[in-house]
Each structure stands twice: as structure tokens, then as C-alpha cells.
């Protein structure tokens, strides 16, 4: 039986959590009020999309989630209440991985337009689904009048050798599709032929290919970093080397502020003018029907981003129009190029 300092220890612990739960939730409603002018202009007056569905998805679930959690924290429930919340909200949990992990793989076909790599992010992505295992193993809600509305698995402690498996096989798949992603967008974007046409530096010019740069890495890395973070903690904790870390906490509802924001910015540079002007290459394209058809699924996040083949024909044709000099001769409109009458000379030279 604990003695008493032990129970006092815990309920510090326990206070300790609570209060870092609530600053965590606090930020995620603090972001959901502050963006719900730019939703509704970006969302609810456009035509329903895969993006907004996703969207809508991720930011209302969410919602539920984070307030059916608050209720199991906050009030004093009934152990039949008790259960059905904690086991509704604890499905809701694992089910909103799926929206992430749709969002990865369309993010990785938007950046290379490959499908066995967006199946594969896709596959990494859903492996917190193996969570689910938690119900037939007897998980269930128990009301506790000093903590409250508690989960518990019945025929599993939190530090058995099963729960290294749940956790390394949830967080490591989603290191593994981060890290993919992260790498994936820096080649494709950072460091090929678009680099100096992204328009980095101003907000109101960012095309397609500049958010999915700028907001990608930031995302990805982000998210590499927190799941990383959360496997240690949580690995530690249930080998006993450290107490369990309050900063996992703080995965979920980032996560979430991450992924709107980032639909929104894509839905926002997506219903700008992407025609692009003479200093900017990239555009989405739509010439395929088979992308055609998949970005009016997808909206926002079923755009392929490549160089503009259409600007590029411009340029070919530009380049091959002559120009008449005041002197009348046929010169080239290429700097360095060899005027008409010269290619003839040289090639009377030659033959």
C-alpha cells in the first residue's frame, strides 16, 4: 500500500500535469478562434474540395477530441459516463491520425507526382493506428474521486514489454515518413531550379511552390522533432530510467495548429492568380487529365507543382524569333547567339 508521501508525490505529479494539459489546450482554442475569419473565407464560401474535407476533419475532430478530454479532466463522472468518454475520446485519438497521414502522402505526390512513395508515406503514417489494439486488450474508464476520470487497460500494465512495441511502432513510423518528407521537399524544392523563383520573403507573393517549401520543412521538421521527443520520453518512462515527460502533451494539439495552418496557406495560395508572371517559372499543373481530375478531388493539396511547361514553350519561341537590325539583317534576340547570317557562313565553312 503507498504511504502517504507517496500519494501526496502523485497528486503533485498529477497537478503538475493538468496544469501543462490545460496551457497545451489553451493555445490550441487561442489558434482556433484566431483563425476561424481566415476559414471561413477560405472554406466556407468555396466549393467542398478533399482539401476542405480534410481540413474540416482535422479542425473539428480535433475540437471534440480536445473537449471530451477536457470533460474526462475536469468534471465528476459517473463510471459508466466515465467509460463511454474516455473510450470515445480515446478512439477519436487514434482515428485522427488518418487526415494526417492522407495530408503526408498527398503533400509528397504534390512534390514529386509518384505513387509508390506517397503510398509508402501513407503506410509509415497510419501506424498509430496500431493503437487500437488497446480496446480488445480491455481498456475501459474508471472514475477515481482525487483524479478523476481516469483510462486503464485491464489486462496490461503501462510498463509490460507490450507498450515498447505500441510506441516505437506508432512514433517510429511517423519519424520515418517526417524524415522522408523533410527530405523529399528540400530536394524537390530547396535546392532545384525553382530556388530563386519561390518568393520566400513575401508573404502576399508566395505562389504554390513557396508554401509547400517554406511551410513543408517548417511542418516536417517540427513534427520529426516532437515525435522524436515523445518516443524517448515515453521509452524512458515505461523502462522506469525517468518519470514520464509532460512535453508529449504538446504533440498532439501542435500538430494540429501545424496542419491547419498549413491547408490554410495552400488553400490561400491556391486561390491566388497562379498564372505566373515573367520572374516566376512554376505554376500547377493541370494539363494531365489524370492530375485534371485529381486536383478538383483534392483541391489546394492535389496541385502538382513542376516548372511551367507552358512559360518554358514561350521562352523556347521567343529565343527562336529573329529580330531585323536597323541595318536590316537578320540578328538573333538571344545575347551571345550567332545571327542567321553567321550559322549560314559557318556552316558553308564546315560543309
Given at each position: 500500500m503507498s504511504s502517504p508521501a507517496d500519494i501526496i508525490a502523485s497528486y503533485n505529479e498529477l497537478l503538475t500535469e493538468r496544469y501543462i494539459y490545460f496551457a497545451s489546450v489553451s493555445l490550441l482554442f487561442y489558434d482556433f478562434v484566431i483563425t476561424s475569419g481566415r476559414e471561413v473565407n477560405l472554406f466556407w464560401t468555396k466549393r467542398?474540395?478533399?482539401?476542405?474535407?480534410?481540413?474540416?476533419?482535422?479542425?473539428?475532430?480535433?475540437?471534440?477530441?480536445?473537449?471530451?478530454?477536457?470533460?474526462?479532466?475536469?468534471?465528476?463522472?459517473?463510471?459508466?459516463v466515465c467509460d463511454g468518454v474516455i473510450k470515445?475520446?480515446?478512439?477519436?485519438?487514434?482515428?485522427?491520425?488518418?487526415?494526417?497521414?492522407?495530408?503526408?502522402?498527398?503533400?509528397?505526390?504534390?512534390?514529386?507526382?509518384?505513387?509508390?512513395?506517397?503510398?509508402?508515406?501513407?503506410?509509415?503514417?497510419?501506424?498509430?493506428?496500431?493503437?487500437?489494439?488497446?480496446?480488445?486488450?480491455?481498456?475501459t474508464g474508471m472514475s477515481d474521486p482525487v483524479v478523476?476520470?481516469?483510462?486503464?487497460?485491464?489486462?496490461?500494465?503501462?510498463?509490460?514489454?507490450?507498450?515498447?512495441?505500441f510506441v516505437s511502432l506508432a512514433r517510429a513510423g511517423l519519424i520515418l515518413a517526417d524524415f522522408i518528407l523533410i527530405v523529399l521537399t528540400w530536394v524537390t524544392l530547396a535546392i532545384g531550379p525553382a530556388r530563386p523563383h519561390l518568393h520566400l520573403g513575401d508573404n502576399s507573393r508566395r505562389s504554390l511552390a513557396a508554401i509547400m517549401l517554406w511551410n513543408?520543412?517548417?511542418?516536417?521538421?517540427?513534427?520529426?522533432?516532437?515525435?522524436?521527443?515523445?518516443?524517448?520520453?515515453?521509452?524512458?518512462?515505461?523502462?522506469?530510467?525517468?518519470?514520464?515527460?509532460?512535453?508529449?502533451?504538446?504533440?498532439?494539439?501542435?500538430?494540429?495548429?501545424?496542419?491547419?495552418?498549413?491547408l490554410l496557406d495552400l488553400q490561400e495560395a491556391n486561390q491566388r492568380d497562379l498564372k505566373l508572371d515573367s520572374e516566376d517559372p512554376?505554376?500547377?499543373?493541370?494539363?494531365?487529365?489524370?492530375?485534371?481530375?485529381?486536383?478538383?478531388?483534392?483541391?489546394?493539396?492535389?496541385?502538382?507543382?513542376?516548372?511551367?511547361?507552358?512559360?518554358?514553350?514561350?521562352?523556347?519561341?521567343?529565343?527562336?524569333?529573329?529580330?531585323?537590325?536597323?541595318?536590316?539583317?537578320?540578328?538573333?534576340?538571344?545575347p551571345g547567339e550567332l545571327t542567321i547570317a553567321e550559322r549560314s557562313n559557318a556552316n558553308a565553312g564546315q560543309a
Open positions: 467542398l474540395t478533399g482539401a476542405s474535407a480534410l481540413y474540416f476533419f482535422i479542425r473539428y475532430v480535433t475540437l471534440v477530441y480536445e473537449i471530451l478530454d477536457f470533460v474526462s479532466s475536469v468534471f465528476t463522472l459517473s463510471d459508466k470515445s475520446y480515446t478512439a477519436l485519438e487514434y482515428v485522427r491520425y488518418i487526415p494526417f497521414a492522407v495530408f503526408s502522402a498527398m503533400r509528397a505526390h504534390g512534390l514529386l507526382k509518384n505513387w509508390v512513395l506517397s503510398t509508402l508515406i501513407l503506410v509509415l503514417s497510419f501506424t498509430p493506428l496500431v493503437n487500437f489494439a488497446m480496446f480488445p486488450l480491455g481498456l478523476g476520470c481516469v483510462a486503464n487497460i485491464l489486462r496490461i500494465t503501462p510498463n509490460e514489454p507490450i507498450m515498447f512495441v513543408g520543412l517548417m511542418y516536417f521538421v517540427i513534427l520529426f522533432i516532437l515525435n522524436v521527443l515523445h518516443l524517448s520520453f515515453t521509452l524512458t518512462s515505461i523502462f522506469g530510467i525517468d518519470e514520464p515527460s509532460n512535453i508529449t502533451l504538446f504533440t498532439d494539439p501542435v500538430t494540429s495548429i501545424l496542419t491547419w495552418h498549413f512554376m505554376h500547377t499543373s493541370m494539363s494531365i487529365t489524370g492530375s485534371l481530375n485529381f486536383a478538383r478531388v483534392m483541391g489546394s493539396i492535389g496541385s502538382i507543382v513542376v516548372p511551367g511547361a507552358d512559360d518554358l514553350d514561350d521562352d523556347l519561341r521567343s529565343a527562336d524569333e529573329p529580330s531585323n537590325d536597323p541595318d536590316g539583317d537578320m540578328v538573333s534576340t538571344q
